[in-house]
């Protein structure tokens, strides 16, 4: 099945950028999502991607997909305190969407 | 919608008792996930239905946790007997047509 990796913990300075890193396994994956955890919540989903685009721009976020490697990054700009959070990657493989194991952001002044 | 609703948002319970979680999907989603989530071991998928019928259990850790979906907008969790080892927080999400995903607010299960 799809496998879904990301690094556990970012930590970031407020004011600088962050980015956070996810690779996956499946070449089919059609939709490709960044879902963010607050504490104590659910996820909900932040921003997604086709796959056949290659970047993706939101206001502060900008996601870039690089099919060849199977790498997908999501870059949150100025980062800010309210910023601080578990981002979860989310490939959309076999009709269902694999989730890795998330990214724990933490921002300090 | 007021989106997925679960219950209850947190449980304490006794090693060896029986423990229900209950989630109502969203109004017109046709898949419905439950989710576990450690520090542990992260998120991971449970069982997850398609139109109330269950496709894919292989995340189900063993016989003591069972799904049902009897209709469209409810779905149980049972986990019986319960051990120490089963606490963590619970999640059920909704989509339509197996995309976006919808989370409920999550119930922490603490089985001492």
């Known amino acids: 099945g799809e496998d879904v990796e990301q690094s556990l913990f970012l930590s970031v300075r407020e004011g600088d950028s962050s980015v956070i890193n996810c690779t996956y396994t499946d070449s089919s994956s059609t939709y490709l999502y960044w879902y963010k955890q607050e504490p104590g919540a659910g996820l909900q989903l932040l921003t997604y991607i086709f796959s056949n685009m290659d970047m993706k721009q939101d206001q502060r976020l900008t996601v870039l997909l690089n099919k060849k490697d199977k790498h997908l990054s999501l870059r949150i700009a100025d980062t800010q305190t309210g910023d601080s959070a578990i981002y979860f990657c989310a490939v959309n493989g076999s009709y269902i969407p694999t989730f890795g194991r998330g990214t724990s952001l933490i921002v300090h002044p | 919608d007021a989106g997925v609703i679960q219950s209850p948002r947190h449980e304490v319970t006794e090693m060896g008792q029986e423990v229900t979680l209950r989630c109502k999907p969203i109004?017109?989603?046709?898949?419905l996930f439950w989710y576990r989530q450690t520090m542990m071991r992260g998120l991971e998928l449970l069982i997850y239905f398609n139109n109330n019928v269950p496709i894919d259990d292989s995340g189900m850790p063993e016989d003591r946790f069972s799904a049902k979906m009897p209709n469209a907008s409810f779905s149980t969790l049972k986990i019986q007997p319960s051990e120490p080892r089963d606490s963590a927080v619970y999640f059920c999400?909704?989509?339509?047509?197996?995309?976006?995903?919808?989370f409920g607010p999550g119930t922490r299960l603490t089985v001492l």
């Open positions: 109004s017109g989603h046709d898949y």
């Open positions: 999400a909704s989509s339509r047509g197996g995309d976006e995903q919808f």
